[in-house]
């Protein structure tokens, strides 16, 4: 059948199986928003209040189900109001459709009207771009954009249509969904050498990130994990894949993660590195991370290898093929006086904070969060003291229970997010927690939120500071507070009626739980003003560069 470029792009996402999008309108793509409203019945469209939101949406809708996310923006201002949500998605490695419109093609390179080159600004945060410069192009490059987004290492994928191409008409045939691949021939030579390493081994650790989420490994992992009596931590990225609960999860690791995880890690004779890549956040001191121990990273993507941490050995291919292979030739060993020294660790020098009833202090609150909201709830975070907080003390069992952003560490990431969940997973509760520094970034998306009644419950956690950067100039530049004070006048309660939702202001637990338990029982967006106090810490820390040496415990 012929039909018009716009029209070839709603049958192409219908085709791959896209039920909801995220966008705003504009002059360049006002023919593919024309073809998307003839087919509103089979395609959904959130319009949200910035493009921004909207790539964050998109985002959020991937993180929760697991498909590939799409997002629509206009060209000029509207194509680089996504940048920030390109980049989001990019560094964490999350499967995302971009659709831009451009000015038409013999208009381009004459500085026209919202013209940007939106190819060369999003290059270094994309896994690909393609401007399509022919209609007979357009359908097979949506496609090959979908297959390309969700395959291997997932990631963002921008495709620029020129105006005139979604007017122009060509011949479209369907095609079947593209089928994604993440699978590499796994070096059985390799998975064997490593299965040696961990049978022989007194003292192993592994140490997972997201590519365990990304590969769908989850029970794999906690099969391997429970078979080998072999301790893990985690990175921010994997929360949720180990239960908080399990006897050998050392919990998060890194700058702030647990000191009897960095102990054991320090004390390893080997380290088995799964789907993560020796971020800064975690290997903050790269000379002295493991350095007692036999390093073996595992990734799909080998750009990764030995990139950040140099490994002894290295098996390229996806975890889940990875870890399946490595079943078949571990051996059940007996690690109890390894266990036994992390548990004594956990108890002599693990970090625990003090409450205080009168006040609410954050673990305090992050944990009656956690047992409140129940087992399916999805918890979506901005960046900062509270997503350190809350990935310290909520307990999760499921992964895809916890978005942030960690890779780009993008303030005003949570109520886009957190709208993409809630879209893509509407029978699950989603909880936004944020910092006043964040949501002031992003609260103008609770419009969205009204408009389209979706039921998310916003956490503020208001100091009235830039609580982290704060925390680095009480420690390090001798309480100089340059400019992280904000003191803002802001009425929550009143600024969410105005919006139409739902506000509360709590100073203490039982006034939170109060508040929380009504917000968890309405089907409509909700905000909860806590009080916390400036001088709250996110503790432990390792200051930037150093090790577990160097480790802060106390105020």
Request: with cysteine.
């Amino acid at each position: 059948m012929r039909l018009t470029g716009a029209e070839i792009v709603t049958e192409v996402l219908m085709e791959q199986g896209v039920d909801t999008v995220f966008g705003y309108p504009g002059g360049t793509v006002i023919n593919i928003y024309d073809a998307l409203y003839a087919k509103r019945n089979e395609i959904k469209h959130i319009l949200t209040a910035h493009e921004q939101g909207a790539a964050h949406a998109a985002d959020g809708y991937a993180r929760a189900t697991g498909k590939t996310g799409v997002v629509i923006a206009t060209s000029g201002p509207g194509a680089t109001n996504l940048v920030t949500g390109i980049a989001t998605a990019y560094l964490d490695s999350i499967p995302m459709v971009a659709i831009t419109g451009n000015v038409a093609m013999d208009l381009i390179g004459s500085d026209s009207f919202q013209e940007v080159y939106i190819m060369g600004v999003t290059s270094p945060i994309t896994k690909h771009n393609f401007m399509v410069k022919d209609i007979a192009d357009l359908a097979d490059t949506l496609r090959e954009a979908f297959r390309i987004a969700s395959s291997g290492r997932p990631g963002p994928v921008l495709v620029d249509i020129p105006k005139n191409l979604t007017v122009d008409t060509y011949e479209f045939t369907k095609k079947e969904p593209v089928v994604s691949t993440r699978h590499l021939p796994v070096d059985e030579e390799k998975v064997k050498e490593l299965a040696r390493l961990l049978n022989e081994s007194k003292r192993p650790v592994l140490y997972f990130g997201g590519g365990v989420i990304a590969s769908e490994a989850s029970r794999e992992l906690r099969e391997f994990v429970s078979y080998c009596s072999l301790p893990a931590c985690h990175t921010l990225m994997a929360t949720g894949v180990l239960s908080s609960e399990d006897p050998l999860s050392l919990g998060m690791v890194g700058m702030h993660g647990r000191v009897s995880s960095a102990q054991a890690i320090q004390e390893a004779d080997l380290l088995i590195a799964l789907g993560t890549r020796f971020s800064d956040r975690v290997a903050t001191n790269k000379k002295k991370f493991a350095n007692n121990a036999t390093i073996v990273q595992i990734d799909i993507d080998d750009s990764e290898i030995d990139k950040n941490v140099k490994s002894s050995s290295s098996i390229v291919g996806d975890v889940k093929e990875v870890l399946s292979c490595l079943m078949k030739y571990v051996t059940k060993v007996d690690r109890t006086p390894w266990l036994d020294a992390i548990e004594k660790w956990r108890e002599e020098i693990d970090y625990h904070p003090q409450d205080d009833p009168t006040i609410i202090k954050p673990h305090r609150l992050i944990q009656t969060i956690s047992d409140m909201a129940g087992e399916d709830a999805i918890v979506v975070t901005d960046v900062g003291q509270h997503q350190m907080w809350t990935a310290q003390y909520y307990k999760r069992t499921e992964p895809r229970s916890f978005i942030t952003s960690g890779g780009l560490g993008t303030m005003g990431f949570s109520y886009g997010a957190a709208m993409g969940a809630k879209v893509g997973r509407p029978d699950r509760k989603v909880v936004q927690i944020t910092g006043d520094g964040c949501f002031h970034m992003n609260l103008n998306e609770m419009c969205t939120a009204v408009t389209y009644n979706i039921p998310i419950i916003t956490i503020v956690m208001n100091n009235n500071v830039l609580g982290m950067v704060r925390q680095w100039q009480d420690l390090f530049f001798d309480k100089r507070y340059a400019y992280t004070t904000l003191e803002r006048k802001t009425d929550y309660v009143k600024l969410a009626e105005a919006f139409g939702a739902t506000g509360y202001r709590a100073t203490t637990i039982e006034e939170f739980r109060a508040a929380f338990a009504q917000a968890l029982e309405k089907n409509a967006p909700c905000v909860i003003e806590c009080l916390i106090d400036r001088n709250e810490k996110v503790l432990p820390m390792i200051p930037a560069g150093g090790s577990l040496d160097d480790i802060i415990v106390g105020n």
